[in-house]
């Protein structure tokens, strides 16, 4: 089993910045894919960005060019940078990470943009 524990949400004014980190824990082992999804009330779960263990990432169009997706490979962690925040970027990021045995999933940190 993995776990992951997300922190760093909270509640940020349109245009500002937040990261969000990510640590995995537990049967760590060959974790292949990291990263981030997305859900906002009453819209379907989204792929923000995911970071392959080689570096190799992949961004959702709406967030390219303001978002980065990091990851350190010796702690076990992922990161993602959030700048220029939209309001439609609220949402709950949920990390997950892939792996031979399945995908597992965080419990979700909430990401509030708004005045």
């Known amino acids: 089993q993995v776990r992951l524990v997300e922190s760093g949400g909270g509640l940020v004014q349109p245009g500002g910045s937040l990261r969000v980190s990510c640590a995995a824990s537990?049967?760590?082992?060959?974790?292949?894919?990291m990263g981030w999804f997305r859900q906002a009330p009453g819209k379907q779960r989204e792929l923000v960005a995911g970071?392959?263990?080689?570096?190799?990432?992949v961004y959702v169009d709406s967030v390219k060019g303001r978002f980065t997706i990091s990851r350190d490979n010796a702690k076990n962690t992922v990161y993602l940078q959030m700048n220029s925040l939209k309001p439609e970027d609220t949402a709950v990021y949920l990390c997950?990470?892939?792996?031979?045995?399945?995908?597992?999933w965080g419990q979700g940190t909430q990401v509030t943009v708004s005045s």
């Open positions: 997950y990470a892939d792996q031979s045995l399945g995908r597992y």
């Open positions: 970071i392959t263990s080689g570096g190799s990432t």
């Open positions: 537990g049967s760590i082992f060959n974790i292949a894919t």
